[in-house]
Every structure is written in C-alpha cells, then in structure tokens.
C-alpha cells in the first residue's frame, strides 16, 4: 500500500507491505535494509527502503487526525456531489457492498477536449487538479509486447498489443479534483464554478 502524500493516510512517502507468509516478511525485510542480516552478515541484493524518524512522524501526526482528516474529505466530496449539477460531469458508480474513503474526486468529463478546457482554466487560477489514470497503460511503449518473428506470421500472442479501448476513453476523460483538508468551501465553490462555466459555454 502506498503511503505518498496524496493518500487519506500518509508519511510523505513509502508504505507498506502486508503479508501473512512469514518467508516473504523475511525477504522483503532484506529487500528494504541492502539485503544485511547482522552487522558483518549481509544475505542478499537489497536496497536501503527504510522509513525516515521524518516520514514516521509524520505518519503518527496524521494518524492523530485520521477520523478529522476523513470527515473534512467526505465533506468535501459530497460538496461536489451537491455543486457539480447533473449532467455536467458524471460520477464514479460504488458498488453498496464497498466502502468509499474520499481519497479522490474523480469526474468525468464527454469529451477529452472539455477536459483539457477546464483543466487549463483551473491552472490558469492556481487550482491544480490531475489526471491520475492517464494515460491508459495499455499505450505505454515499454508494457507492450514486442513482436517476435516466427515462420507463421499469424500465430501470434492474442495479448500482443492490445488495445484497450475503454481504458482509453475513460483515461482521456476523467480529471481528479482537489481534496483534502483545509480546502474551503469558497474555494470549491470557485473550482464548480470554472467547471460549470468551461463545460456550458
């Protein structure tokens, strides 16, 4: 799990690896401490992956807060549930047997052009939003599978090169709003308002 800095729950950076094999905690304990196993022993390859006395504090910092923390980004999410008029943008669907814990607002827009229209006039105003799932990974050059040569030019993997047509369209179109705590309630007003306005006129 990731602890950056954008998660409901965070130490800057890091996170963690949770396992209930007691040989896997052992190896990613190497991993993490340049593969040393006492102080004249070292086992393995490794790296130093060690959480920092800063990230740890920050993390018992957060903590303190978490139930304030989540309350402040439900708050906000609903906002834009509530701001967002129907039809403007188009929310993510939960599944009733999930839990959501507002670590993001994502919206989608119906169109990649409306998005780039309101992500420049949210930048042009100092509001960063992101597009946290673009691109759509299927169109990364070093995931995709090269083409090897065989005397049958047409017994090739079905995986090689997919595409992924609805990953594709989702990714050119959903934009993460802001969220987190602190982000006041005229400043989201602010941020629906530029949606609103890019995405009717």
Not at 26 to 45: A, M, Y
Not at 164 to 178: E, F, G, M, T
Request: charged share 20%; hydrophobic share 35%; with cysteine.
């Amino acid at each position: 799990m990731s602890f950056h800095a954008t998660k409901l729950f965070h130490t800057i950076e890091g996170g963690a690896v949770i396992t209930n094999d007691d040989e896997l905690a052992r190896k990613i304990r190497l991993l993490i401490n340049f593969g040393i196993t006492s102080p004249t022993t070292i086992e393995s390859v490794g790296t130093n992956a060690k959480m920092n006395e800063f990230e740890a504090a920050m993390g018992l910092c957060v903590l303190d807060e978490i139930d304030t923390i989540k309350t402040e980004r439900q708050r906000i999410w609903q906002s834009y549930q509530t701001e967002l008029p129907p039809g403007l943008v188009q929310f993510q669907q939960w599944n009733p047997q999930s839990q959501n814990n507002h670590a993001y607002a994502p919206v989608l827009f119906e169109s990649e052009q409306q998005l780039l229209k309101v992500e420049a006039k949210l930048k042009e105003n100092n509001i960063i939003p992101r597009r946290y799932f673009y691109p759509s990974l299927d169109t990364l050059d070093y995931l995709k599978e090269p083409v090897i040569a065989r005397s049958d030019a047409t017994r090739q993997s079905p995986a090689t090169n997919q595409a992924c047509l609805i990953s594709r369209d989702i990714a050119s179109r959903i934009l993460c709003l802001p969220i987190y705590p602190g982000l006041a309630p005229a400043q989201q007003q602010t941020i629906c308002g530029i949606i609103q306005n890019q995405v009717e006129n």
